[in-house]
């Protein structure tokens, strides 16, 4: 892979990386006995290292705005203040409060509030003054409600626009958002700030088919950009794109970019992005408890472990044995094929990379800290809950 040609990360950066991914035992745990299973294991000498890197893509650290969805832990927040890094997205009340917790100054929650959520937000902004807050709107029925909730709370809501660039989930197409924006001037208690355009839809592991596709939904946030802007004389900030576009939007030096699951990694996207260098830092823990049969066995990460959206055997690889094949997959269990004539051992340790990283960090309330092949502590999974306090 000729690296360099795709991207402007620093290739020291690329080079170092590399280092860290030969080195075939990372993962190993020298006091395994004491951590029960299953359990996620996070290895943070490798989270920084996805940090340099991720820094590395970019001309300016504060064109970062990365996505805590996947870690939802204030240790790591913190790790990425330290950095430099002082703008975040987000996508619950939970998150955007556990960002406030740990000081971040300046918090998206890259979600429309509709019902009680819009109360939410307003009460989040009040309690945590020192961090700026903003959400995004797509619709003036629900701009109309963020703004009865800010008057009602004496509060101006900054608010960006979802702008639909074919993800075709949430926002606005461009060709309407214009419209919005007039709307929403005459609103009180709400203020635009922004363009917000999430592409995750671009999957293509071709990486010059990506890059046309994402050029292509960008400009159509660039015209729309510049006709607030002609119309308004209104500069306003844009927000672009999530880790599949990472290293197309972080050349464009007037945008914010929000990539999320580079601080773990996982299968899926090593697969697919391969012009992104990131290292796999946090793996699931699992245990055989079973051999039903001389061809198979049983280990103890079930649906309520690993995220099981993708259908088998997309779940998970075993480092420490990458021939098992998952067959079958409930609550409590996962089973797998291992061949005639295995020499699996109940009590016998694996060690598995998650196929999506995200909603598997979901289900873990907290993770084991590995540092020089021994688990030295635990951080909890603070946003994993739907409330903190707010």
């Known amino acids: 892979m000729n690296y360099n040609k795709r991207s402007t990360v620093d290739s020291s950066l690329w080079t170092n990386s590399n280092s860290f991914s030969m080195n075939s035992d990372w993962y190993i745990i020298n006091n395994i006995d004491q951590i029960d299973s299953p359990a996620l294991a996070v290895y943070p000498e490798r989270v920084k290292e ?4 991720l820094k590395g893509f970019v001309d300016d650290v504060t ?61 989040l ?111 306003l900030l844009i927000v672009a794109g999530g880790t599949p576009s990472f290293s197309i939007h972080a050349k464009r030096k007037e945008i914010d970019c929000s990539p999320g699951t580079y601080i773990y990694w996982d299968k899926n996207y090593s697969q697919t992005l391969t012009e992104q260098p990131f290292l796999f830092a946090a793996l699931v823990i699992t245990r055989v408890i079973s051999k039903p049969d001389d061809e198979t066995i049983t280990v103890d990460l079930g649906h309520k472990s690993i995220a099981s959206e993708n259908p088998l055997p997309n779940r998970v690889t075993f480092l420490n044995a990458p021939d098992l094949q998952p067959v079958g997959h409930s609550e409590e269990h996962l089973v797998l094929k291992a061949g005639k004539g295995n020499n699996f051992k109940v009590g016998d340790v694996l060690y598995g990379l998650p196929y999506h990283i995200c909603p598997t960090v979901a289900l873990h309330d907290r993770v084991q800290v590995i540092e020089d092949h021994f688990a030295t502590s635990t951080w909890t999974t603070l946003a994993r809950n739907r409330v903190i306090t707010i």
């Open 125 to 235: 902004i009040k309690k945590y003054p020192s961090t700026k807050f903003s959400c995004l709107i797509d619709n003036l029925l629900a701009a109309n409600h963020i703004s009865e909730v800010a008057e009602k709370s004496n509060l101006t809501i900054n608010a960006f626009i979802d702008v639909n660039v074919g993800m075709n989930r949430t926002g606005i197409v461009p060709e309407q958002s214009l419209k919005l924006f007039e709307d929403v001037q005459s609103l009180k208690g709400i203020n635009i700030i922004g363009l917000h355009a999430y592409d995750g839809q671009l999957r293509d592991p071709d990486f010059a088919v990506r890059k046309k596709q994402c050029d292509e939904g960008y400009a159509k946030v660039e015209t729309l950009h510049q006709e607030i802007k002609d119309k308004f004389s209104k500069d």
């Open 63 to 123: 064109r970062l705005r990365p996505h805590v969805k996947t870690h939802k832990s204030s240790e790591i927040s913190k790790m990425l203040m330290d950095a430099g890094i002082k703008k975040f997205k987000c996508a619950t009340i939970a998150e955007a409060e556990m960002l406030a917790i740990a000081d971040a100054p300046d918090v998206l929650l890259a979600y429309q509030p509709v019902g009680p959520k819009a109360v939410r937000l307003a009460a």
């Open 50 to 53: 996805n940090i340099k890197i």
